[in-house]
């Protein structure tokens, strides 16, 4: 007996002995995993270091209206405690952490708990992680599910319950947490509610608490929005369990409507303008310092003008629509000083999905990210002006009562065939006037102003003069003289709505030009200015010219014919006499109207302002630019002269 109880303690020491070695080895194991995994970890006191944000910000003209902040991965507005309602921080303690104030940074039970419910439901519905775990995970480590990132956070959490206190821990958290296209409550509230972390409801703080589960696959702006919803319904009944709120109060807050704020669009203003400004900033500075350096951009948009651009090439889309057009651009300028006031560059730049078998990047008839306003296009019969300015500047013998034959002609073989062109309504009016020919936009006239009045009988040489003439007016995209035959006259060179806006601003300012100015200055963090505008006006076409072209193309009676009054300006009694001129191309790929005004019709400050209309793949549509168009401009000019 004695024996076997001897052998027993024997054992029974071998096996203590045995758990104790294992025990400490088992130790020593962890102890290495932490040492090898947290010998880079980071520094928490970085918190309690003042946040500095350099991001670039782009303005518009006023220096007041934020187009766009070019920031790293996360974009933020940063909020103290104080400023959150109680509201918010209840929500987010009843969905996420509702024993925050009373565990060391790890929730223990938490952890249990939700094992047991994950394992009742079959699948992860809860987590276990406590908001000083979900921000040292946010602002340190990756969301990556190993082993040693689990290490990590969990010494990370600890240190910093150990360092700080709840409340600025919950401060920080409530700056960190990302919310799918915002970070932070502070950027969050703006961009869902348009409002101040300060003014949201019960029912908002409660949507904001529901995103932190899920922020990209809840998000209101997505197709699982009824989901959102009845998860918010949820943490509110979490809330009245854990007494932050009453069940009337829930309820109330269950039957609200909510009124969501597109959040892109308060992210990015006059999107296709302002990220053209960024390409040129990221090529001149580069991208790191744009995000670091804290540039403020002064650019020359104007605000109120862009909303008015973009408000009428959306009114007329579901109308270009039936006429086959997807698709339209509109350009504003002030000629004088070159400032570009708007630029849309497509319609519905925030409307989803894109059309049947149409991808971004993907050429098809509307891309709304595709910038139709840099898009090199034929601009057609918007063109002829300047070939008349040619023939004005290159001959002094003539001006707009000159006399020109519209009959039908051939005018020999070009390209293998004879080049016999047709008027828009094929009929020819024999002996006309100069001004009535452009006035009406006459095809035969306008070749023959290229051959024999530009050219003195030549057309290669008319083809020189009208470039030479278009290119200093700001139209680069021509080539040689050779290259063109005298289709040239018709506008079948592929030209930008932004140049073409830009060389008609040269009438306009009596023959002085200034190229397109997107930016008036760059101030660095401490305000100093780093680039300036400094483009004065140079004349490249004469006075003379100028003044006849400009009334030409603003006399309304002699237009009248062919075009009726559809270009003609007028509202409650008012009206205003502005130059304008239309284009289509072939098959009415291209609509085109492009007119400004001059003088002292536009409080001393001349404009001009082109459109464009069709598709982004160039297919056709069914209508010219009168009808594509000029009724965008027309509602445009109409909203700012009115």
């Known amino acids: 007996m004695i024996k076997k109880q001897a052998k027993n303690k024997n054992r029974l020491l071998f096996i203590l002995k045995f758990l104790g070695l294992f025990f400490c080895l088992l130790i020593l194991i962890l102890s290495a995993l932490v040492v090898y995994y947290t010998k880079d970890l980071p520094r928490p006191e ?52 509702n024993r925050f104030f009373n565990h060391p940074g790890i929730d223990y039970r938490g952890i249990i708990r939700a094992i047991w419910t994950n394992l009742k439901a079959g699948r992860v519905v809860q987590g276990g992680s406590t908001l000083t775990q979900q921000l040292a995970r946010t602002a340190f480590l990756t969301q990556d599910r190993s082993l040693g990132r689990k290490i990590q956070e969990a010494v990370l959490t600890l240190e910093i319950e150990r360092r700080y206190s709840k409340d600025q821990i919950l401060e920080w958290y409530l700056n960190h947490v990302p919310l799918g296209i915002a970070h932070g409550v502070g950027m969050a509230s703006q961009v869902f509610f348009n409002k101040s972390v300060s003014e949201l409801s019960l029912t908002e ?15 209101p702006f997505g197709p699982n929005k009824e989901e959102l919803l009845v998860i918010k319904n949820a943490v509110l009944d979490e809330m009245v369990k854990e007494n932050f709120i009453t069940k009337k109060e829930a309820e109330q ?145 003539i001006n707009d009562k000159t006399i020109i034959n519209d009959i039908e002609t051939n005018f020999g073989i070009w390209g293998g065939q ?40 030549n057309f290669t040489a008319g083809i020189k003069n009208s470039i030479n003439i278009s290119q200093a007016m700001g139209i680069t995209t021509l080539q040689s003289p050779y290259f063109y035959g005298p289709s040239f006259a018709l506008g079948v060179s592929d030209i930008s709505l932004l140049e073409i806006t830009s060389a008609y601003g040269v009438f306009a300012s009596q023959g002085l030009r200034v190229p397109p100015v997107t930016i008036l200055r760059i101030e660095d963090s401490n305000g100093n200015i780093i680039q300036e ?35 003609d300006l007028n509202s409650r009694g008012q009206e205003y006499n502005v130059a304008v001129k239309t284009g289509t191309t072939d098959d009415f790929r291209d609509g085109w109207t492009v007119g400004y005004t001059f003088g002292n019709t536009f409080n001393e400050t001349p404009l001009v302002v082109g459109v464009w209309a069709g598709n982004s793949d160039n297919s056709p549509t069914t209508s010219s630019g009168l009808i594509l168009a000029a009724p965008i401009w027309r509602r445009f000019m109409e909203n700012i002269l009115f």
């Open 253 to 397: 807050a269950k039957n609200e409507e909510i009124s969501f704020t597109d959040g892109r669009r308060q992210l990015l203003r006059a999107p296709h303008f302002t990220l053209s400004i960024q390409e040129y900033l990221k090529n001149k500075y580069g991208e790191r310092f744009l995000k670091e350096s804290g540039l403020k951009v002064i650019t020359s948009l104007d605000w109120e003008l862009q909303q008015l651009a973009e408000q009428a090439i959306e009114e007329r889309a579901v109308a270009n629509r039936r006429r086959q057009g997807h698709n339209a651009s509109l350009v504003a300028i002030n000629p004088i000083n070159g400032h570009i006031l708007a630029l849309a560059g497509s319609t519905g730049w925030f409307k989803e999905p894109y059309p049947k078998g149409c991808q971004p990047g993907e050429n098809c008839l509307f891309d709304p990210k595709f910038n139709a306003a840099l898009a090199g296009r034929q601009p057609g019969s918007a063109f002829k002006p300047f070939i008349y300015a040619a023939a004005f500047e290159n001959n002094n013998k």
């Open 46 to 97: 970085r918190f309690a270091e003042k946040p500095v944000i350099l991001t670039t910000r782009i303005y518009d003209r006023t220096g007041q209206i934020l187009l766009y902040e070019i920031y790293g991965n996360e974009k933020r507005i940063i909020v103290s405690l104080d400023e959150v309602p109680q509201y918010l921080i209840d929500a987010i303690l009843a969905a996420e952490d």
């Open 533 to 567: 505008n400094k483009k004065t006006p140079k004349r490249v076409l004469s006075n003379r010219t100028s003044q006849i072209i400009n009334s030409i193309l603003s006399d309304k009676e002699a237009r009248a014919p062919l075009f009726g009054r559809g270009l």
């Open 418 to 457: 004879s080049f016999i062109p047709q008027n828009f309504d094929r009929e020819f009016r024999g002996e006309i006037t100069l001004r009535e020919a452009l006035a009406q936009s006459l095809n035969i006239p306008a070749v023959k102003a290229l051959q024999d009045l530009a050219g003195f009988g």
């Open 205 to 219: 703080s409660a949507v904001l608490a529901t995103l932190i589960r899920s922020p990209g696959r809840l998000s």
